[in-house]
């Protein structure tokens, strides 16, 4: 095969053009701290990233709901904890409206704390976080237990309803936060407001009743309780889990993308070097004239 000038110096112009293209490879690595510039750098490699970095948006919002979560769950709690007090506090009112011995003046005045703590039972019932109701379903912008306008019982009614407020904790693991304030504290206030009657009329059968009903409302109201404190312990073992594995999602990203620094200078070096070599040789593969044949 005869090898012609014009053979000769495609060949040349190909390394050179190699060359100069590894080189500016390693420079772009280096400038960028990154190995994977554009696809081609390694196709499968940035077809891992782009996985690994989706992976990794999921996550963090994952973790962003978790940290909802935790505070609407907190809050829940509370609340839920105030509440349990107050039945409490209306138990020790009932048992001693029972006694038998109390007269009438004392049983109007029990039955004024009752309605005081039918007050805080609201309160505690329109918990909010961040201007959200907890307890009205998915009714989160107004107060879900409304009092009276009229009249001198303070019995709220419920103006909220039964949806479920749930947060998305990773796939197919979506999770219910909220109970529904009547479902919560229905039954709660049931029993306060037939204790006050029941002081009010003085029926010690109907007072002593009052005791069993109000105990019911502690465990059930407890109960709730308990439930949003499970949930919180499980919430807050998930963001442990997904932080960890954050970084885990990282490490892996940063192993395909970023670049060896020591590794990237030596083929720096050694990109420098074929570069150089391939400018020499087309250099004296061509310094020849006419005249050193003449």
Known sequence: M????????GNLKRNIEAGLSNLNTVQNQIATG???????DDPTGASQALALRATLVDNAQYQTNADAARSFLSASDGALSNATNALQEARTIAVQGANGTQTPQTL????AQVTGLIRQLTQDANADIHGKYLFGGTSTQSPPFQAPTTGTDPTPTYAGNSGAVSAILGRNNTLQLNTPGNQAFGGAFKALQDLQNNLASGNQAAISASIGAVDAQ???VSSVRASAGAKLNDVTLLKQNLTRAQGEYQASDDNIESVDLAQAYVQLQ???NVYQASLVTTSKAFQYSLASYL
């Open 2 to 9: 005869r090898v012609t000038d014009s053979l000769r110096v």
């Open 34 to 40: 990154k190995r994977l510039n554009t696809v081609s």
């Open 108 to 111: 109007q005045a029990l039955g």
């Open 218 to 220: 502690v465990i059930a």
């Open 270 to 272: 050694s990109a420098q």
